[in-house]
């Protein structure tokens, strides 16, 4: 799993902590280049000041293309309850079995070891802000709220289509952290959602 690297910046009195992941699917980069500059931009002393935790993946898939370098999408490829063998030629190919995937177990065992009071995840193209929850569905919908106040993005609770084995469902629904996908436009220029996801990192450092 050296493709994949995870950065983790500590506050040891950290009221919350928090994980942020880009680019599950490989053709959705946007994510990687927003929480690397945002990284490059601040040194270690400027997350110790910050009241929680946050752990970044900036790139969760080294390819380029929608599915990983085994051919699976990998938000189909979580171990749910609604998990589903698919055929191996759609571009929503879950995998063989249920985490088959180095990239999802590695995600896995990055919510068993860590007390995550919320994880966000970075796609593209539906401009949208959309969020799973537990039977306590009180944190999310805030939390959606605020990110999407920041860039302008409606919420929007149903993705529109079944997603079996998807993140969400695994992290949120399953395990009750709330969980927010960022859906960004491709339309919009990069420097542009920089300036917005500073703030919205900034919030989840300082204020969430």
């Given amino acids: 799993m050296n493709n994949i690297k995870v950065y983790k910046k500590n506050n040891t009195n950290h009221e919350k902590s928090i994980l942020v992941i880009g680019v599950v699917h490989g053709d ?12 490059k931009s601040h ?25 990983n370098k085994n051919g699976v999408d990998l938000n189909r490829n979580f171990n749910t309850k609604n998990w589903e063998l ?5 571009d929503y190919y879950g995998g063989p079995s249920p985490q088959s995937e180095e990239e999802t177990k590695l995600v896995s065992e990055l919510l068993k070891e860590n007390n995550f009071d919320a994880v966000i995840t970075i796609h593209a193209p539906f401009r949208i802000v959309n969020y ?7 944190v999310a919908p805030k939390l959606a709220q605020k990110i ?4 302008d993005y409606p919420v929007q609770k149903d993705i529109g289509y079944p997603t079996p084995g998807s993140f969400g469902t695994y992290a949120g629904v399953e395990r009750k952290i709330p969980t927010i996908t960022i859906e960004l436009s491709e339309d919009e220029d990069l420097k542009e959602l920089l300036n917005k996801f500073k703030k919205i990192f900034n919030y989840l450092i300082f204020e969430f």
């Fill in 148 to 151: 999407a106040d920041y860039l």
């Fill in 28 to 39: 959705e980069p946007q994510g990687e280049f927003l929480i690397n500059e945002f990284l």
């Fill in 132 to 138: 799973d929850c537990g039977e306590d569905c009180s």
């Fill in 43 to 67: 040194k270690d002393s400027y997350f110790d000041e910050g009241k929680n935790n946050i752990v970044f993946i900036p790139r969760l898939n080294s390819e380029n293309t929608r599915k």
């Fill in 86 to 90: 698919s055929d191996f030629d759609s």
